[in-house]
């Protein structure tokens, strides 16, 4: 009795290890396969030289589509598809113009007309300009001085927060909502300090909304260091009216069809079962969105490519998705929620890379406690990669409204937050900026994470 005690937990130990060794062996052949014969850096490349930046409903955009939708198919996944959807259609038009008025000096300075917005009169907008650092102290002006004004929104990023995603969480309500809360007041034009933690002159665009039974007025996003420049201008001129002038021609156009193009090998035990990992296709038009997400779409592909490479055959169904419209609408991730709640899908895990290509530090799991604690029993085999920090947090934006399925775990990819905003929507968001080394490194972790939750579960 005691040498069967002492029998069965030795047993135990013994396969677990076996197990660790067999997968350390596979995540190894992963980490090789990517560094050494990796395509994401060359796919990559195509789409931001060949195809470039791709706003929803452009014709780069339905060009990445097709594009897309070939490259899976000539790697020989198993299925590839199309899933249709609408997409809103918003265009820039004429660059931008912008200045400040200081008595008779004007002083030129970069602006980026903000995703969604509308445009200024077509010859433009001069008005008396006013900052704020948020929403209360707005309403503290009330509408006797806002009325006539250009509200200008000039909170920065915390510098303390390290977390670089948690500092643009508390910076971005501006930009979203700024406009609905300076037209409740009477104001004829909001200006946006960029969502960025370096001082620059390169404006970052990004979306804004507006609230029904609210006047619609114009808002642009202004480079961080004229945003300094204005504020400073502001603070040295209190006796004097300092005015701003811009100009825009955006237009939003009815929505057009889309797709979200999807890739799949399927399960050899369980092809029910679905896993997915996926990134979103569309960009904001200032430049080829090579961060923002490109690297995240093509680390998905990289994902089907590799496990083919090395024959590893998946129990689950594994399925890259290139969602559309995660910019400025979301319609690409509504859509594939819908469609999966529609045909009973059985989703076990979803893992979307949106945070950039860079260094990869570990993952991410949204609401799942159990699952965070059995992930977290392959922080050994991670280790020699540096990517085992896993830790609760959001999975990301596209695959979110898959919480109607209570059953997925939603997983979001980290690699190093500092620079992603530095280039975030901007026109610095170009192939250059991508280190390819860094790129497949943040693919081999992918692949390996969704290795082992084929094999092992979430929880």
Same mark, same amino acid.
């Given at each position: 009795?005691? +040498?069967?005690?002492t %029998?069965?937990?030795?047993? +135990?130990?013994?396969?677990?290890?076996?197990?660790q060794?067999?997968?350390?062996?596979?995540?190894?052949?992963?980490?090789?396969?990517?560094?050494?014969n990796?395509?994401?850096?060359?796919?990559?490349?195509?789409?931001?030289?060949?195809?470039?930046?791709?706003?929803?409903?452009?014709?780069?955009?339905q060009?990445s589509?097709?594009?897309?939708?070939?490259?899976?198919?000539?790697?020989?996944?198993?299925? #590839?598809?199309?899933?249709?959807?609408?997409?809103?259609?918003?265009e820039?038009?004429?660059?931008?113009?912008?200045?400040?008025?200081d008595?008779?000096?004007?002083?030129?300075?970069?602006?980026?007309?903000?995703?969604?917005?509308?445009?200024?009169?077509?010859?433009?907008?001069?008005?008396?300009?006013?900052?704020?650092?948020?929403?209360?102290?707005?309403?503290? %002006?009330?509408?006797?001085v806002?009325?006539?004004?250009?509200?200008?929104?000039?909170?920065?990023?915390?510098?303390?927060?390290?977390?670089?995603?948690?500092?643009?969480?508390?910076?971005?309500?501006?930009?979203?909502?700024?406009?609905?809360?300076?037209?409740?007041?009477?104001?004829?034009?909001?200006?946006?300090?960029s969502?960025?933690?370096v001082?620059?002159?390169?404006?970052?665009?990004?979306?804004?909304?507006?609230?029904?039974?609210?006047?619609?007025?114009?808002?642009?996003?202004?480079?961080?260091?004229?945003?300094?420049?204005?504020?400073?201008?502001?603070?040295?001129?209190?006796?004097?009216?300092?005015?701003?002038?811009?100009?825009?021609?955006?237009?939003?156009?009815?929505?057009?069809?889309?797709?979200?193009?999807?890739?799949?090998?399927?399960?050899?035990i369980?092809?029910?079962?679905?896993?997915?990992?996926?990134?979103? %296709?569309?960009?904001?038009?200032?430049?080829e969105g090579?961060?923002?997400?490109g690297?995240?779409?093509?680390?998905?592909?990289? #994902?089907?490519r590799?496990?083919?490479?090395?024959?590893?055959k998946?129990?689950?169904?594994?399925?890259?998705?290139?969602?559309?419209?995660?910019e400025?609408?979301?319609?690409?991730?509504?859509?594939y929620?819908?469609?999966a709640?529609?045909?009973?899908?059985?989703?076990?895990?979803?893992l979307?890379?949106?945070?950039g290509?860079?260094?990869?530090?570990?993952?991410?799991?949204?609401?799942?406690? +159990?699952?965070?604690?059995?992930?977290?029993?392959?922080k050994?085999?991670?280790?020699?990669y540096? #990517?085992?920090?896993?830790?609760?947090?959001?999975?990301?934006?596209?695959?979110?409204?898959?919480?109607?399925?209570?059953?997925?775990?939603?997983?979001?990819?980290?690699p190093?937050?500092?620079?992603?905003?530095?280039?975030?929507?901007?026109?610095?968001?170009?192939?250059?900026?991508?280190?390819?080394?860094?790129l497949? %490194?943040?693919?081999?972790?992918?692949?390996?994470?969704?290795?082992?939750?084929?094999?092992?579960?979430?929880?």
């Amino acid at each position: 009795m005691n +040498f069967l005690k002492t %029998l069965i937990p030795a047993l +135990f130990i013994g396969s677990s290890l076996f197990g660790q060794n067999t997968d350390s062996i596979i995540i190894r052949k992963i980490y090789d396969e990517a560094l050494e014969n990796g395509h994401a850096y060359k796919n990559l490349e195509y789409l931001c030289k060949q195809i470039g930046p791709r706003l929803s409903g452009s014709v780069n955009a339905q060009k990445s589509v097709d594009w897309t939708k070939k490259l899976m198919e000539d790697y020989g996944f198993d299925r #590839v598809y199309l899933q249709e959807l609408m997409v809103p259609v918003w265009e820039r038009g004429a660059k931008e113009e912008a200045y400040i008025l200081d008595g008779d000096t004007k002083i030129l300075v970069p602006i980026a007309a903000l995703g969604g917005s509308i445009a200024s009169p077509s010859k433009g907008i001069t008005a008396p300009i006013l900052e704020v650092r948020n929403f209360e102290e707005l309403k503290a %002006l009330g509408e006797a001085v806002v009325k006539g004004k250009i509200i200008f929104f000039n909170r920065p990023f915390d510098s303390k927060l390290f977390n670089t995603f948690s500092a643009y969480g508390g910076a971005v309500n501006q930009r979203s909502q700024g406009a609905i809360e300076a037209a409740k007041l009477g104001a004829v034009g909001v200006i946006v300090r960029s969502m960025s933690s370096v001082v620059d002159d390169f404006p970052h665009t990004g979306g804004m909304t507006y609230q029904e039974g609210v006047n619609k007025i114009p808002g642009a996003a202004i480079s961080t260091k004229s945003a300094d420049v204005l504020s400073e201008k502001l603070k040295l001129n209190k006796s004097s009216v300092i005015q701003f002038y811009f100009k825009q021609s955006c237009r939003t156009l009815p929505d057009a069809v889309s797709y979200n193009v999807i890739g799949e090998i399927k399960g050899t035990i369980d092809p029910d079962g679905i896993i997915t990992v996926g990134g979103h %296709l569309d960009s904001w038009d200032l430049a080829e969105g090579a961060h923002d997400d490109g690297t995240g779409v093509m680390q998905s592909v990289e #994902v089907l490519r590799i496990f083919k490479r090395l024959n590893l055959k998946p129990r689950h169904t594994i399925r890259a998705v290139m969602f559309m419209n995660e910019e400025n609408g979301l319609r690409g991730g509504l859509k594939y929620a819908e469609i999966a709640k529609q045909n009973n899908e059985k989703h076990l895990a979803a893992l979307e890379s949106d945070a950039g290509g860079y260094t990869p530090r570990g993952f991410t799991v949204e609401n799942a406690p +159990f699952s965070l604690t059995h992930f977290s029993n392959w922080k050994s085999l991670f280790a020699p990669y540096l #990517v085992d920090a896993i830790i609760s947090g959001g999975g990301g934006a596209d695959i979110g409204p898959l919480r109607i399925m209570p059953e997925v775990v939603l997983i979001g990819f980290r690699p190093d937050t500092q620079r992603y905003f530095d280039i975030h929507h901007s026109s610095n968001d170009v192939f250059e900026n991508v280190n390819k080394r860094e790129l497949e %490194l943040g693919a081999a972790a992918m692949t390996s994470l969704i290795y082992l939750i084929d094999q092992y579960g979430t929880k």
